[in-house]
């Protein structure tokens, strides 16, 4: 099974966690390949057999707009019925972003067989690798 991760970071939280998530996906027998937004298309993404999709809370409780939203946007319809897995970064919130994430794609038709969120990354390591590990 070919997982592909996308993410975008700022401050390069996500970004560890994305690193992660490949070692647990790979723990698990299966292969990832990591992509920044903008390296990969979204129908180069929509191509792998399962989906990780990183950013971390910006705005208000929102995904990243410049970049991560017009990629998602574009992939989501992409996705119906694909499994996907969604992680990322906060800090001051209660993780609202990723329950709307979560439930928009939801909506949109996709499996999301697991979320991850993390404050800020220091203890996030573990859990990313076990979430890589679910998400294969
Ligand atoms: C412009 C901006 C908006 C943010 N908005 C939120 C927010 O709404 N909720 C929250 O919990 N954290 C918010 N944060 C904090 C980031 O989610 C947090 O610093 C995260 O670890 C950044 O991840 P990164 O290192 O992958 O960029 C915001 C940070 C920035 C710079």
């Not at 292969?31 to 903008?38: P, Y």
Request: aromatic share 10%.
């Amino acid at each position: 099974m070919k997982t592909v991760i996308v993410f975008w970071s700022g401050t390069g939280n996500t970004e560890a966690l994305a690193q992660s998530v490949a070692k647990g996906v790979q723990a698990a027998g299966g292969s990832a390949d990591v992509f920044k937004v903008g390296e990969i298309t979204p129908e180069q993404a929509a191509a792998y057999d399962k989906i990780a999709l990183g950013c971390p809370a910006m705005g208000a409780e929102e995904l990243e707009e410049a970049e991560f939203a017009p990629f998602y946007d574009a992939l989501e319809p992409l996705l119906k019925g694909k499994t996907v897995g969604l992680f990322g970064s906060y800090d001051w919130g209660d993780g609202e972003w990723m329950r709307l994430w979560e439930k928009r794609a939801a909506d949109a038709g996709l499996n999301v067989a697991a979320t991850l969120t993390v404050q800020s990354a220091e203890p996030g390591v573990g859990e990313s690798v076990a979430f890589g590990k679910k998400l294969a």
